[in-house]
């Protein structure tokens, strides 16, 4: 999944692209409750082992503590989370493999965006 991260303070924002038919594993949050809300395509999670089919419009609720997997179906899907603060070691995986790496080690960070990135406003000029 690429997982952008728009806001990050008490509360969170983050816009998630899922390519068709990508899976993002099994894993829960001791603190962060999270919602996400579909803006493109579908997505199927699996949320305490049930299945949630959602399209463009639905939001689903996850609290702290409940087990959620997903996947982009056909067309893949854009979807936002809003959530609780998010939290670099507060996400728990099944896999026990992805539970050893550092958070490094499990994401790529992007920077330097040049002309498209957007300057951070609390810096003077």
Same mark, same amino acid.
């Given at each position: 999944?690429?997982?952008?991260?728009?806001?990050?303070? /008490?509360?969170?924002?983050?816009?998630?692209?899922? %390519? @068709?038919?990508?899976?993002? @594993?099994?894993?829960?949050?001791?603190?962060?409750?999270? #919602?996400?809300?579909? %803006?493109?395509?579908? %997505?199927?999670?699996?949320?305490?082992?049930?299945?949630? /089919?959602?399209?463009?419009?639905?939001?689903?609720?996850?609290?702290? =503590?409940?087990?959620?997997? !997903? +996947? =982009?179906?056909?067309?893949?899907?854009?979807?936002?989370?809003? &959530?609780?603060? &998010? %939290? /670099?070691?507060?996400? !728990?995986?099944?896999?026990?493999?992805?539970?050893?790496?550092?958070?490094?080690?499990?994401?790529? !960070? +992007? #920077? =330097?965006? =040049?002309?498209?990135?957007?300057?951070? @406003?609390?810096? /003077? !000029?």
């Amino acid at each position: 999944a690429y997982l952008f991260n728009i806001i990050n303070r /008490k509360y969170c924002k983050k816009i998630i692209l899922m %390519l @068709p038919e990508q899976k993002h @594993p099994a894993q829960y949050h001791k603190i962060k409750d999270e #919602s996400f809300h579909i %803006l493109y395509g579908n %997505l199927t999670c699996k949320l305490d082992n049930k299945i949630y /089919k959602l399209t463009k419009g639905d939001i689903l609720h996850i609290r702290a =503590g409940q087990w959620h997997e !997903f +996947v =982009g179906k056909i067309k893949g899907c854009i979807f936002e989370e809003v &959530s609780s603060e &998010s %939290l /670099k070691n507060d996400s !728990f995986y099944k896999d026990t493999k992805i539970n050893k790496l550092k958070n490094y080690e499990r994401k790529t !960070f +992007v #920077s =330097g965006w =040049g002309r498209y990135e957007l300057p951070n @406003p609390l810096v /003077k !000029f």
